[in-house]
């Protein structure tokens, strides 16, 4: 089979890792890649946007199936346009992918179906959702409708806080994605990541990850897109994942199925576990950054047949199977990052880094300058390991980022805290 992924970060390589692995695959490419995908895949320069181009490669490479790693393709309803010319594509098609392209959506069609979350009001201006704010008090969390890159929501300590989101919001602060707001209560608990390959009637739960949003050390300071990740996530047991798929995912599917948009593709729920189960914080639409690299290093079955039996409709009969140990990764960035930082600095080491036994290293801004690595991005590097537990993961994980000499980079030093702090050896 030929295969072309769509996209360019620490996910898509990871997902290119594995596809790769595949003895389906006869060719793999990737658009737009990075210099770390390069080494798994052919990197083509299309703009994923332009659906035309992309469907005009497909036809004269012969692709057989194409895999799409972020969300802005999938709302922007790439897969219709692909499946509409004949190119089998995983993904859910654009209105199924409004579970994450509109908060409100999902919130609308959590409370028809019963489904545990946040309790929340929708608003397209900006008084009413002040009124509001100030009736309930904080916390309270203001959210903005649409896509927003991880800056559309405000988790407030105080009233003046969130009234001050709903005006910046409104004021055009985040584009189109805040011309209308979502504002909901404030759930207390610990949050994990779940996702289930979804084929728009069956689903199958993958194993669970949790990941690091805030950039620094003990989970402070600004949020980012993840600073790292680990699986197993030891809160996520048996119970709680029959109770995620039972009282989340399950009725999502039926409820989408219901409206015509069935959901083929994978479900990302973020999940706050509260004292009283769990609750769902939000949907994506696609696999998790850095979630997605410890899970391929994990799976021990085959990518592909998976990812076509969710597009085909035949999970119903599906079983995936994981390695038994725990997989972590650690996110290095640009210094200065979530903030400004600079692009072009030289990153050394990496061989040597990716000789510590068990590791992976998954690029996620990277570019290639005459054969040297160069950072070009915000995140830039998934230094990944397997191990016996998430803390001797976390030991051949970090001892790889000690190899890496690049002193325009920073990373985290306690990923997987949490769950080393659980493990019988744990401090
Ligand atoms: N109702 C809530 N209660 C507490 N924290 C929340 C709530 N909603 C969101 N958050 C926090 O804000 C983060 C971002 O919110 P989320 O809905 O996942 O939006 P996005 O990922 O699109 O930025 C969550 O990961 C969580 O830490
Ligand atoms: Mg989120």
């Not at 990941?211 to 050390?217: A, C, F, M, S, T």
């Not at 079955?301 to 969710?310: K, N």
């Not at 140990?325 to 061989?351: F, Q, S």
Request: with cysteine; glycine share 12%.
């Amino acid at each position: 089979m030929n295969i072309l992924l769509l996209g360019s970060g620490g996910r898509e390589h990871a997902l290119a890792w594995k596809l790769a692995a595949s003895p389906l695959v006869s060719r793999l490419y990737c658009a737009p890649g990075n210099a770390g995908i390069a080494r798994e895949a052919e990197c083509v320069a299309l703009d994923t946007a332009d659906h035309a181009a992309v469907i005009a490669f497909c036809k004269a490479n012969r692709i057989d199936f194409v895999v799409v790693g972020p969300e802005a393709p999938l709302v922007a309803g790439i897969v219709d346009d692909l499946e509409a010319a004949g190119v089998p594509t995983f993904g859910p098609a654009r209105l199924a992918a409004q579970l994450e392209g509109s908060k409100g959506f999902t919130k609308d069609l959590c409370r028809e179906s019963g489904i545990p979350t946040a309790a929340y009001a929708r608003f397209s201006e900006a008084e009413a959702a002040k009124a509001y704010i100030r009736e309930q008090g904080a916390p309270i969390v203001v959210k903005a409708d649409g896509l927003a890159a991880g800056k559309g929501v405000v988790v407030a300590e105080t009233v003046a806080q969130a009234e001050a989101a709903v005006d910046m919001m409104f004021a055009g602060g985040l584009g189109a994605a805040g011309t209308e707001v979502v504002v909901e209560a404030f759930l207390a608990g610990e949050e994990v990541s779940f996702f289930a390959l979804c084929d728009g009637e069956h689903a199958i739960a993958l194993a669970s990850a949790q990941d690091h949003k805030r950039v620094g050390d003990g989970d402070t300071g600004p949020n980012t897109g993840g600073m790292g990740a680990y699986s197993p996530a030891p809160i996520m047991t048996p119970a709680m994942a029959q109770r995620t798929m039972d009282e989340i995912v399950l009725p999502t599917v039926r409820a989408m199925k219901a409206r015509g948009a069935p959901y083929k593709g994978v479900l990302f729920a973020g999940l706050m576990v509260t004292a009283e189960g769990p609750q769902l914080i939000e949907y994506n639409v696609r696999f998790g950054d850095p979630e997605t690299q410890v899970l391929m290093l994990r799976l021990m079955s085959d990518l592909v047949p998976a990812l076509m039996a969710a597009r085909d409709g035949q999970l119903k009969a599906f079983d995936l199977r994981w390695y038994q140990e725990a997989a972590l990764a650690v996110v290095m960035a640009a210094n200065g990052y979530p903030g400004d930082y600079t692009k072009g600095t030289v990153i050394g080491g990496l061989d040597k880094a990716a000789a510590v036994e068990g590791v992976e290293i998954f690029h996620a801004g990277t570019r290639d300058e005459g054969g040297r690595i160069v950072a070009n991005g915000g995140r830039v590097l998934n230094v990944a390991a397997l191990g016996p537990s998430v803390a001797e993961a976390k030991a051949r994980a970090y001892e790889a980022v000690d190899r890496i000499d690049w002193p325009g980079g920073f990373c985290r030093r306690d990923i997987g805290w949490r769950a080393v702090k659980r493990e019988p050896s744990g401090a």
